[in-house]
């Protein structure tokens, strides 16, 4: 049985050591469009990948405010290694949804990592005897490179009928898919999020679960749903990659003197008013999403499930929380000036990752909607 570590002091000291390393090597993760091998290697193999796995799989099972601290630690030294910590942990409670069986070929391997992603419209599983004939294609799957099973969520279709009988996820090892290089993009470039198809690949039934699928874990960690842990942890990273922009220009106007002037960029009021201003917009972001997280945990512990509020609540906190991150990073590259558009300066890339994050779906202007009509009494509409 594969291991992860489960004290929290010794999760968080290994976190900023791994981190460390990270910083290290932020360059050829944004140049290479991925996580350098030896690197996701090391975080594998410390159990990083296995923070939210049940402990009888071998996972750490941390408790969820727990894991938030881990990958803010990872996000701050580079937003594309917080995300992927996120999204590739987030996604292995589902086995605790899978068959026992198959929870076992996949995650007692230490190095195994699954990476999942959203389906195109033509994507299909046709029931077979057996399984499933499955084709189609699957976008955003943030660790493909180090991944070595895929996800694809897919309607299934009985036979000789036009409309899907329900929703399940595919689980396959990744060398049976075709993968698509798409991820030529901005921000978050080092999640190394491509696209992946299939042609009339047979998946066994036992390689595949439906979207309403039962926790064989009592913990209240398998209460959670994905659908709020995935929001809760982009945003923590967005917060984390601000907070490193803001902290770097900082760092900048202690020194800098702008041209035409005498005295540092610091001794500037305008300089000492943004800076404020984003110490204040962060601060208070991150209030707010660790006060909706814990009352969502605190929700998970008590009842083993969650009220309408406690879940609106995340979703209006995350989604606040990156869009007010990318009013943090616009300070930081502000107060930075004409040093703020060149690749040596940290603020160029937290620039880009948090207004990649942005343009997620966890950071849809649209979740305000959805609260909103909550607080206003109607019946919200949307994803919470």
């Known amino acids: 049985m594969t291991t992860a570590p489960t004290d929290i002091d010794e999760c968080l000291d290994t976190a900023r050591e791994l981190a460390a ?57 580079d937003a594309s290694v917080g995300w992927c910590i996120n999204q590739n942990n987030v996604f292995s409670t589902n086995a605790v949804r899978v068959p026992p069986e198959t929870a076992a070929e996949i995650w007692t391997v230490q190095r195994n990592v699954v990476t999942n992603g959203p389906p195109v419209p033509a994507s299909r599983a046709d029931i077979v005897d057996g399984g499933y004939r499955l084709s189609g294609r699957w976008n955003f799957s943030s660790g493909y490179p180090h991944a070595a099973w895929l996800a694809a969520l897919t309607p299934v279709y009985q036979p000789g009928q036009a409309e899907p009988c329900e929703m399940r996820t595919m689980l396959l090892p990744k060398d049976q ?41 009592a913990g209240p960690l398998y209460a959670l749903p994905t659908g ?49 201003q984003g110490e204040a917009i962060w601060n208070a972001a991150r209030a707010y999403l660790r006060e909706a997280t814990l009352a969502m945990w605190e929700g998970a512990c008590a009842n083993h499930a969650l009220t309408t509020e406690e879940r609106i609540h995340v979703r209006l906190a995350g989604t606040h929380a990156i869009r007010q991150a990318a009013q943090v990073v616009d300070i930081a590259y502000t107060v930075c000036g004409s040093s703020a558009i060149f690749d040596v ?40």
């Open 21 to 77: 390393l990270v910083s290290g090597v932020t360059d050829q993760i944004d140049e290479q469009r991925r996580i350098p091998v030896e690197v996701s290697n090391e975080i594998a193999d410390r159990g990083f990948f296995r923070l939210l796995l049940p402990r009888s799989l071998g996972g750490a099972e941390l408790d969820h405010p727990d894991f938030l601290r881990i990958v803010r630690i990872f996000a701050e030294a």
């Open 177 to 217: 898919a075709k993968m698509l290089d798409v991820w030529h993009v901005g921000g978050l470039r080092g999640t190394g999020s491509q696209s992946f198809e299939t042609n009339d690949l047979f998946v066994p039934f036992a390689r595949s679960y439906p979207a309403d699928a039962e926790s064989r874990e």
């Open 228 to 276: 709020l842990m995935f929001p809760a942890g982009f945003a923590t990273v967005a917060l984390g990659a601000a907070r490193a922009g803001l902290d770097a220009a900082i760092d900048l106007a202690m020194g800098k003197t702008q041209m035409g002037r005498s005295s540092a960029l610091r001794q500037e009021s305008t300089t000492q008013r943004m800076i404020g």
């Open 345 to 384: 300066n940290p603020v160029q890339r937290r620039f880009q990752d948090v207004h990649a994050i942005t343009q997620q779906i966890q950071g849809r202007l649209t979740h305000y909607d959805t609260a909103g009509q909550y607080f206003l009494d109607m019946e919200p509409e949307g994803f919470f």
